[in-house]
């Protein structure tokens, strides 16, 4: 009974380390956090400035200081959530700067210069993205775009470049270079409307999307088509770099018999989850990309497969 116990125990610890949650724990896990969730009791931010729904939100690194927030009225909207307007019980964060009608329709998506606070970029659906100088609080460039902007991201890593990526309902990914003001080249490769865009916090020169038709893909900006392409079916090589994992673990006699546990439970669920259907299917419209953990880059990056003909 002991040793059932023992093994049982070293069994869910591996499974936390590469990853692999059972039902029981996610559901667990689940009602914990949502348990735990609650607003905040001491600070507040006044949103008076937004008459409609806020849409995006975005923090700039630099200071981890000033939040950027546009809403669907067009309306965009800058706090200082270190510093408080009213300090009391509750600590209040008025506006730094507001300005209405920034865009002639809903802004969709909002983000800061990575390297400096005086400029940002929106898009809306409008069919306009627009830079901004935030000490003037005025429109240094307009770039009119074939769609709907669902999204725009720069760079955080990036010195050899200065390019905004723009998601729109055209299937084509636009780069905008701010040096040139102009749209330098197009990135073709999805079937429906692109709705998110990622770059990477490893390269600066690779870009990940997400469209409407189900598709996420890796580019490299420096060359034509998909670098990579979302392969739900080719597991196989992140199933081997798992188990090598597993085994770089040494506990004793019992470790060669987990190293067969491990494998088989891995295959079953990595043929769960990449197959149709599985929770990291893409079955219909991507929406968001983000970038996840160094400890998990690799993994990830071994769920996409080279397409060379896309």
């Not at 116990?5 to 380390?17: K, V």
């Not at 609080?137 to 050899?160: D, I, K, Q, Y």
């Not at 506990?251 to 990595?270: D, I, K, N």
Request: a neutral charge.
């Amino acid at each position: 009974m002991l040793g059932s116990r023992c093994d049982s125990f070293w069994r869910c610890t591996f499974d936390r380390e590469l990853g692999i949650a059972t039902r029981g724990r996610e559901w667990r896990q689940r009602r914990r956090r949502a348990r735990e969730v609650d607003l905040s009791t001491s600070k507040e931010l006044d949103t008076t400035a937004h008459k409609a729904g806020i849409n995006s939100l975005d923090l700039e690194l630099v200071e981890n200081r000033y939040l950027l927030a546009a809403s669907a009225d067009g309306t965009i909207a800058a706090y200082d959530v270190s510093l408080p307007s009213k300090c009391g019980a509750m600590q209040q964060h008025n506006s730094v700067f507001s300005k209405e009608r920034c865009h002639r329709f809903s802004i969709s998506s909002i983000r800061w210069y990575p390297v400096d606070t005086g400029m940002f970029v929106t898009g809306s659906v409008d069919q306009t993205v627009k830079v901004w100088d935030s000490n003037m609080l005025e429109e240094v460039s307009v770039f009119p775009c074939p769609g709907h902007v669902h999204a725009v991201a720069m760079s955080r890593m990036a010195t050899g470049h200065c390019l905004i990526a723009t998601a729109s309902s055209d299937p084509q990914v636009r780069l905008i270079d701010l040096l040139t003001g102009g749209f330098t080249h197009t990135l073709t490769g999805h079937r429906d409307s692109v709705w998110a865009v990622q770059w990477s916090a490893t390269c600066e020169w690779t870009l990940f999307t997400g469209g409407c038709d189900g598709a996420i893909r890796v580019w490299d900006v420096r060359r034509a088509g998909t670098l990579m392409v979302l392969d739900q079916h080719n597991a196989e090589a992140a199933l081997q770099d798992m188990v090598v994992a597993a085994t770089a673990h040494d506990h004793g006699g019992s470790q060669p018999a987990y190293r067969c546990h491990v494998a088989s439970q891995m295959r079953e669920h990595l043929k769960a989850d990449w197959e149709p259907g599985g929770k990291y299917a893409c079955q219909d419209a991507c929406t968001s990309v983000r970038w996840l953990a160094a400890g998990c880059a690799r993994s990830e990056a071994r769920g996409f497969r080279k397409d060379a003909s896309r």
